[in-house]
């Protein structure tokens, strides 16, 4: 089973204040997590998505989780931000592929 899902997702991820608006990686793991278990079905429990990245339009960042067939990367695009929600654009593919 493949999985490869090319989906705008509008995210539950939170924005955190302080010396410039941040994602919380738990939110992005979550929304990547909804996204794929919608999408296919399967539901990852190993979604992991990197700190410190800025909340803003363009940004780019890529999280990783274990599929039904080997590693996949999530590559993640900020597309909206609106106060404390985010808006992803999110495709999934097998690592190395």
Known sequence: MRIAV???LAAL???????????KPEGAAQSVTDLVSKE??????????PDGVKAEAGTEFECTFT???GDYVAEVRV????GENV???IR????DS
Do not use: N, Q, W
């Not at 999934?92 to 690592?95: C, E, F, G, R, Y």
């Open 6 to 8: 090319s989906i705008v």
């Open 13 to 23: 991820a939170m924005v955190v204040s302080g010396c410039g608006s941040t994602i």
């Open 40 to 49: 296919t079905g399967f539901t990852p429990k190993d979604v992991a998505c």
């Open 67 to 69: 599929g039904p067939d």
């Open 79 to 82: 597309t909206k931000v609106e």
């Open 87 to 89: 808006e992803f654009y």
């Open 92 to 95: 999934s593919k097998l690592k």
